[in-house]
């Protein structure tokens, strides 16, 4: 996953590759992805969470369908 | 606590104060250890924690560098590698694998960071920072190419 400055800029960036457009999300939305996957990271008590955890968190900051489900076979 | 949690651990302690200038006890290019290297920091067989880095593997915690793997491409969110994540917390610098592990750095390491990147289609700088636990607002887009089923399929492209 990459940043860009802009929608626009990640389309210019699609173009060139000849890849479709998929999901965009925002500096707030990543946060709390990060804090959620990374925030106990140094804890003994850390993993990684299981796939129907994954689709809760992503659901959590409206990231939802099969793009966002790790046991989907079509996205 | 079990010796794959030990080992773990160490390995998070050997990276966290590896980034540090004044921490560095065993001088190497990267910031991630060897299986050698926390071997010798825990007194322990070698092959023992290569058995640890491969069960970490296994359960999606760690990414062995292709053809040696005794050496660690990805402990996440930290990179083995240089990359265009730059994160910087206080006087240290890390790697990160990418957008969300730069942020993810400064989540596990639970400071304020300064991160590097730039705008993937134009090359034009981002600085992004995180303040007071929380990311300083700007404009800027997160763009996932790879459906979360497919993320371990090539972790090093996702």
Same mark, same amino acid.
């Given at each position: 996953? *990459?940043?860009?400055r802009?929608?626009e800029?990640?389309?210019?960036?699609?173009?060139?590759? =000849? *890849?479709?457009r998929?999901?965009?999300?925002?500096?707030?939305?990543?946060?709390?992805?990060?804090?959620t996957?990374? =925030?106990?990271? *140094?804890?003994?008590?850390?993993?990684?969470?299981g796939?129907?955890?994954?689709?809760?968190?992503?659901?959590?900051? =409206? *990231?939802? =369908?099969?793009?966002?489900?790790?046991?989907?076979?079509?996205? | 606590? @079990?010796?794959?949690?030990?080992?773990?651990?160490?390995?998070?302690?050997?990276?966290?104060?590896?980034a @540090?200038?004044?921490?560095?006890?065993i001088?190497?290019? $990267?910031?991630?250890?060897?299986?050698?290297? %926390? $071997?010798? &920091?825990?007194?322990?067989?070698?092959?023992?924690?290569?058995?640890?880095?491969?069960?970490?593997h296994?359960?999606?915690l760690?990414?062995?560098?292709?053809?040696?793997?005794?050496?660690?491409?990805?402990?996440?969110?930290?990179?083995? &590698?240089?990359?265009?994540?730059? %994160?910087?917390?206080?006087?240290?610098?890390?790697?990160?694998?990418?957008?969300? @592990?730069?942020?993810?750095?400064?989540?596990?390491?639970?400071?304020?960071?300064?991160? @590097?990147?730039?705008?993937? $289609?134009?090359?034009?700088?981002?600085?992004?920072?995180?303040?007071?636990?929380?990311?300083? $607002?700007q404009?800027?887009?997160?763009?996932? %190419?790879?459906?979360?089923?497919?993320?371990?399929?090539?972790?090093?492209?996702?």
């Amino acid at each position: 996953m *990459l940043f860009f400055r802009s929608e626009e800029t990640v389309d210019r960036w699609c173009k060139q590759r =000849g *890849l479709p457009r998929c999901p965009i999300i925002n500096l707030e939305q990543l946060w709390f992805l990060a804090v959620t996957w990374y =925030g106990n990271r *140094l804890t003994a008590e850390s993993r990684r969470p299981g796939p129907d955890e994954m689709v809760q968190i992503f659901a959590q900051v =409206g *990231l939802e =369908g099969p793009f966002w489900d790790p046991k989907a076979d079509q996205w | 606590m @079990d010796f794959d949690t030990t080992v773990k651990m160490k390995l998070y302690e050997m990276i966290a104060g590896r980034a @540090d200038p004044l921490a560095i006890k065993i001088p190497t290019l $990267a910031n991630i250890p060897t299986s050698i290297e %926390v $071997a010798q &920091v825990l007194g322990v067989p070698l092959e023992d924690v290569a058995a640890v880095f491969e069960r970490l593997h296994k359960k999606r915690l760690l990414v062995p560098e292709p053809g040696d793997p005794t050496r660690i491409r990805m402990a996440p969110p930290f990179s083995g &590698v240089e990359t265009p994540f730059k %994160v910087r917390v206080k006087q240290r610098t890390f790697f990160a694998n990418c957008a969300w @592990d730069s942020l993810g750095i400064a989540a596990a390491l639970h400071e304020d960071a300064i991160i @590097d990147a730039s705008d993937a $289609a134009t090359g034009e700088p981002i600085t992004l920072e995180v303040k007071l636990g929380q990311p300083v $607002a700007q404009e800027c887009a997160i763009h996932f %190419v790879v459906p979360a089923a497919k993320w371990w399929e090539d972790i090093i492209y996702t």
